[in-house]
Structures are given as C-alpha cells and as structure tokens.
C-alpha cells in the first residue's frame, strides 16, 4: 500500500499515535521528578544481569528477580535490558523509556482489537475513519490513568499491550481461523504473570472472557480446551516450580492481613457499648456478625465496588501521588459524557453479547485486586479496569457522533480543556507536591558521596533507605554484592561502635546508621568518615557545635534534604 493511501486512509489514528507519543516521551526524565527506589531496583537488576546473567542476589536467569523485600517479575527487567542497549539510551532513561514504548504500542493494539470486536459483535462499520478503532486509541491516549503508568518504570503498560494483543491476536483468529493467531494469543496471555504479579489471578479469568466473544464457543470446549488450558499455565507453573509465586500475594491479601485480628475485637468491643466493665464477654450476635469470614468478605465487597465509584474515577482517584495526580480522577471528567451514553446504548439491549463480554472484562480486572488489602482504590491493582472502561466510553463516543457530530464537538472540547488542565497540574504543579514521593535528592545525595572515593560514607536511613540509591548510583559491582549475599554478610551490625546505630553493607565503605550521640564528639571516631545527616537530625540537634557543616544535598524544591557533616 502506497504511503499517500496509507495517510489517506489512516490520518486520524497516525494524528493520535502522534499525540500519544508526544505526551509520553516528552521530559521522561523530567517528571516525574527522579526515579524512585522501585526504578531504581530495576536499574540495578539490569546492571547485574547484563554484567553475568543473574539478579543482584545471585539467581541465574531468574523467572523472578529476587530484590530487598520482594519478588519481582522477570519479563519487564528483560525488556528494559534490551532498550538499554539501544543506541544514545542511558539506563536511566531505557527504566522509563520501556514502559512508555509499550503504551505507544499499546494505543496501536486497541485500535486494532476495537475494530475486530465491532466486526465481530456488528457494533458498526470499521472502514469509517471515526471507527470504534479510532475513538479507542484517542481515550486511552489522553486518560490520566494511562498516561500516568507509562511515564513511569512500572510493569503495567507492558501488561495491558501484552494482554490487548493477545485479545487481537485472538478475535484475529476468529476471523481468519489462522491457528498461528491462536498459537500468538495463548502465548501472549500465558505470559502475563511474568509481567505483573496480580496477573497470575487475573489468568483464570482469560477463557471466561474469550468464551464471550462470538465464535468462541466451537474452540473453546471440547478436547481443545485441554491443550489450551495447558498452553495457558505453562508459564505460571514454572513460577511455582520455581518458588515464591504466591509470596507476593500472601503479603498483600485481605485474608492475611495482621491488622484483621485487632479490627475485629475493636468492633466487638463497641457492640458492648462505652459503658461496658472490664472483661465483658462478647455476646453471641456480636461474634457472628463480626469474625474471620465476615470481615474480609465485608472487605471483599467494598474493594468490589470503589473502584467503579465516581469519586475514584472521576474526583479523588488513587490518593498515592506515585499513583495519579493528587485531585484529579483516574479519567477525566468530561468522559462522564460519553460513559453515561456508551451505557445507555447497552442498556437498549441491542448489544447484549458485547454487554456480557465487558461485564467479564470488568469483573476480571477488580475481582484480583479486591482481594488485597488496599486494592480499592489502588491504581495499579485495578489497572485492567481501564480496557472496559475505554471500550464504553468509545462506543458511547461512536454512538454519539452518529447521533450529533456538534454535540460530539462540544464533548471533545470539554475534554481538551480538561486534558490541558491536567496536563497544567502534572508539569507545573505535580512535579514539586510529589518530590518526597518519588525519592527526590536521592541521586544528588549519591553524586555527593561519590566526591569521597575510598573514605567511610556514612548515610542516615531516616529520610529513605540508601541501599538501592548507593549500589545503583555508585556503580557497585554486581558481583561483589552478589558474594555479600552468598556470604550473608550485607548487613553487619555496628553495635554502637564509633557512635553508629545501624549497620556496615558487606566490607565496603558505605555504612547505613543513625548516630547513637549527636551532642557530643565520640571518643572512637570512624577514621577519616563523611557523615550524610537528614535536615531533622542537624536542626534538633547539637551536632553543629561539634562537627563542620559541608555541602547541602536539597530537593528540587530548594528545600535541603541532607546535611555533609565532618568531625
């Protein structure tokens, strides 16, 4: 096909792939404002594996890369390697470069899954330009929620392109019967769990949702749905094989939430009334109502149904500013518009097939997240919810512009005014209110200890953990970190010696400690050490009186972070 037909033909998806990608890869490392100790795991993750082939704690060829606290999935630090290695790309920027990469793509996919889906559900024609198509790449290129995720180093852009083109590759095989565009889907599904860990959950709901797309049915039962539940688990059994695929879950669900214990006695305790003596017994209406397995299901329930609230979506949103922009909604208001008339049109009963198929699309994304402890209204968790909701608003929007291309107009002004509101708050606000979020100071602080080759480096853990920001910054040899994990010898206590509460990291030079006197000199000094002391340690302290004030690390706000002190 000639270029000119292409343009012709496809001007208005190319007009908003182009809008995609100017909103997210323009200031990637410019805002959010740095990058954050979970960026900066993924950094040194990649540093290890590319210097020989294991994580930071010495596991070859991970399925899971094994970092401080947790397990992380394996496929995202996999692609960030790989963008590492382009040309003119630091590591820094392959960290947020990956995932916005993906959401282009992704805005790519679902103009295409769009149309295949209105072919195959007879919503509407899709050789008009305005297609489902068109107006679903539009939505998600400018929604708060999308553009938030892939701008920053986070795994769930990859996931929902992964999962888009499987459904593509899918719907593509409903049409043509190509079992390649089967073999694809399935590989492309079975492989979501090692992308994002709620998705190993999330993958029991995958046949539910192809079996309501039509044409499923004669491929879906039968003999074949044994080698294509096979095909689809493949991946996440090698996980468990592997060991600690549940653990991620374990720390986060609602059904091992330590704080469940004490909630329950609270509530109790108030059916008994303020008046109640000392040791009443709880009666039995009151034990019943209030146990183990009403309490998380009562949980269960609320984090059902938040995150399709309209305070979540269109007021408050997730209230983590590593997350969303505090005060703005997960989508923009004026999609309120179109919402209400993509319903409407369901509502009519003309549609009922597809009605059914978001509905379990819908069902798909929240019940995962509903059960863990804050997945209510957490972002990442309900992430999924976006496709559903995209896929509504789109066809509410198509509906609406065969209606009234005027009020359609007017809808899409109101969403560009409230676009570039949001886009005001994000650049010339968000920036700066999110700082400590985002472990502003935290690589100015790095680049200051790295003036100090070869001296004792002493870092206070009381503004954020130094750890990650020290190995990753400093360049610490993977290998040598490695042997301090095999050894066991990452952290070793100081015992109060030299004045130091906390501990020295394998037998380097970097110790992570808070001082034991801050009044007066010690008599034992750490020979030759520069001291890295937060902001509230010096000014409610007496150390200036004993010791030299040097450089000050300060946040991009002007306001200082750390304090070089020297005995």
């Known amino acids: 096909m000639k270029i000119r037909n292409i343009l012709s033909r496809y001007w208005p998806l190319l007009l908003v792939l182009l809008l995609g990608a100017g909103l997210r890869f323009y200031g990637l490392l410019q805002n959010p404002i740095s990058l954050f100790s979970d960026e900066v795991d993924i950094g040194y993750q990649v540093q290890s594996f590319l210097s020989n082939g294991r994580d930071y704690q010495g596991n070859f060829l991970p399925l899971q890369f094994h970092s401080f606290s947790d397990v992380r999935t394996a496929l995202p630090i996999y692609a960030t390697a790989l963008v590492s290695l382009l040309p003119n790309v630091s590591l820094d920027l392959a960290i947020r470069l990956t995932p916005a990469l993906f959401a282009i793509l992704g805005l790519l996919v679902i103009y295409l899954l ?315 606000h968000y920036r700066y209110t999110s700082e400590r979020s985002w472990s502003a100071g935290m690589k100015d602080l790095m680049q200051s200890v790295s003036k100090h080759p070869g001296q004792p480096v002493v870092i206070s853990p009381k503004y954020e953990y130094p750890l990650i920001f020290y190995l990753y910054y400093n360049g610490f040899e993977p290998r040598k970190f490695q042997d301090f994990e095999r050894q066991n010898t990452v952290y070793n206590s100081t015992s109060g010696n030299f004045n130091l509460d906390g501990n020295r990291i394998g037998d380097s030079n970097l110790y992570i400690a808070s001082l034991v006197d801050y009044k007066n000199k010690p008599t034992v000094l750490l020979p030759n050490a520069v001291y890295y002391l937060t902001r509230s340690e010096v000014d409610t302290s007496a150390i200036g009186s004993v010791a030299t004030i040097g450089d000050i690390i300060s946040l991009p706000s002007g306001e200082p972070l750390y304090y070089e002190v020297h005995y």
Request: hydrophobic share 50%.
């Open 114 to 428: 769009a149309n295949n889906l209105s072919e195959l559900f007879g919503l509407g024609s899709k050789a008009a330009p305005f297609n489902l198509g068109f107006w679903s790449a539009l939505i998600l290129s400018v929604i708060p929620w999308h553009f938030t995720y892939s701008r920053i180093g986070f795994e769930l852009s990859m996931l929902f392109t992964f999962y888009l083109t499987g459904l593509f590759f899918y719907t593509r095989f409903l049409r043509n019967q190509g079992v390649k565009n089967l073999i694809v889907s399935i590989v492309l599904f079975s492989l979501t769990p090692l992308i994002y860990s709620t998705a190993k959950l999330a993958l029991i709901f995958v046949p539910v949702v192809l079996i309501t797309i039509p044409g499923s049915n004669e491929y879906l039962w039968g003999k074949k749905i044994s080698l294509w539940f096979l095909l689809l688990f493949i991946p996440l059994g090698l996980i468990f094989v592997n060991g600690g695929a549940a653990q991620r879950f374990s720390e986060i669900s609602i059904f091992t939430d330590p704080t469940t214990p004490t909630e329950i006695d609270f509530l109790r305790k108030e059916d008994l009334g303020p008046k109640a003596p000392v040791g009443s017994q709880t009666y039995f209406l009151s034990k019943a109502v209030h146990n183990k397995v009403i309490y998380p299901l009562d949980v269960f329930l609320k984090n059902v149904v938040r995150p399709i609230s309209f305070d979540y979506l269109f007021l408050q949103g997730d209230t983590n500013p590593r997350h969303a922009v505090q005060g703005w909604g997960m989508l923009e208001k004026a999609l309120l518009i179109p919402l209400l008339f993509g319903l409407y049109k369901l509502a009519e009963g003309k549609q009922k097939r597809f009605l059914i198929f978001l509905s379990i699309l819908t069902v798909a994304a929240i019940i995962p997240s509903a059960l863990t402890r804050d997945g209510a209204t957490h972002s990442s968790r309900t992430f999924m919810l976006i496709l559903p909701l995209v896929l509504v608003i789109s066809f509410g929007f198509y509906n609406l512009f065969s209606s009234s291309r005027w009020l359609t107009a007017l809808v899409l002004g109101l969403l560009m005014i409230d676009s570039s509101l949001y886009l005001h708050d994000y650049w010339y």
